[in-house]
């Protein structure tokens, strides 16, 4: 799972401008957005330079016992 909704949200950035910067469909990172499909580690750290946060930021840490 990731965050990156809650991050673009935050900056006020849309969909559209990050799938242009990230080279990728619009429906592609809508998939990401929605949590239908992860990134490959090579555009997550993209998404991070690119949105100037780190790749932790990004990621959502599993709960412990779960």
Known sequence: ?????????????????LAEKLGK????VNSYVQN?????????????EILEVSVKDLLIEKKEGK
């Not at 799972?1 to 401008?17: A, D, F, P, Y």
């Not at 469909?25 to 592609?28: L, P, R």
């Open 36 to 48: 239908r499909r992860q990134p490959s580690l090579e555009d997550l750290f993209s998404i991070a």
């Open 25 to 28: 469909s619009y429906n592609m």
């Open 1 to 17: 799972m990731n965050r990156i909704k809650e991050v673009l949200e935050s900056k006020g950035i849309k969909q559209t401008w």
